[in-house]
């Protein structure tokens, strides 16, 4: 195709949300992006131009190509405002407890790995004032212990608006491992929490 493009003068351009050619050996993506990383890498020098999602994505990816705009991820309200709609905030059923909460997908189990001893350390600490509740994925390590609730993955985005809205929790976690990884990821959780309402600790 990029051959095909460069013979008819059509302009090529590649987007790029994350830094798919440094995703760390623990994340659960490494071994896909490995073995074509070189393949990657070529497409990045032969495009026309690169959009990234950050800065820092950005900066990491200049050495491949001078030709890089910076368009940050939105929310579409058409999406979020209509899970709003949907699911108005509820009053907290419990005043005396307070509910943690986490939505992601699979990779992001990666990120819990230095927050998993705080996580055991506050429900043994607080016991029944305090749940958790995994929405997606949940680290191998909190599992099946007491006030740590589990709950699939929804595939569409906008039943999973409607339902990240409905959780109602008090304080939603976005960790992310600090490496070159991790700095290039964009505030998404900032953007969807914060319409629910969440106060986020990122």
């Not at 608006?161 to 070159?180: E, I, M, Y």
Request: glycine share 8%; net charge neutral; proline share 6%.
């Amino acid at each position: 195709i990029l051959d095909f493009c460069q013979a008819h003068n059509v302009l090529m351009g590649m987007e790029i949300d994350d830094l798919i050619i440094d995703v760390p050996q623990k994340h659960p993506s490494h071994f896909w992006h490995v073995p074509i990383k070189g393949q990657i890498e070529e497409l990045m020098r032969k495009v026309d131009f690169i959009t990234a999602s950050t800065q820092r994505l950005k900066q990491f990816l200049l050495p491949y190509n001078q030709q890089i705009y910076v368009l940050p991820n939105l929310i579409d309200l058409n999406i979020w405002g209509q899970a709003q709609r949907d699911q108005p905030q509820k009053a907290r059923q419990h005043a005396d407890t307070v509910l943690i909460g986490y939505a992601g997908s699979l990779p992001h189990i990666y990120d819990f790995e230095p927050v998993i001893p705080a996580i055991k350390l506050i429900q043994e600490r607080y016991k029944e004032k305090v749940g958790f509740e995994f929405f997606g994925c949940i680290p191998e390590g909190l599992k099946g212990l007491p006030g740590i609730a589990h709950r699939g993955i929804i595939e569409s985005y906008s039943g999973y608006a409607r339902f990240l809205r409905s959780l109602n929790f008090d304080f939603a976690l976005a960790p992310l491992v600090d490496n070159s990884f991790g700095q290039s990821k964009s505030n998404m959780k900032f953007l969807e929490y914060s319409i629910c309402g969440y106060a986020g600790i990122y």
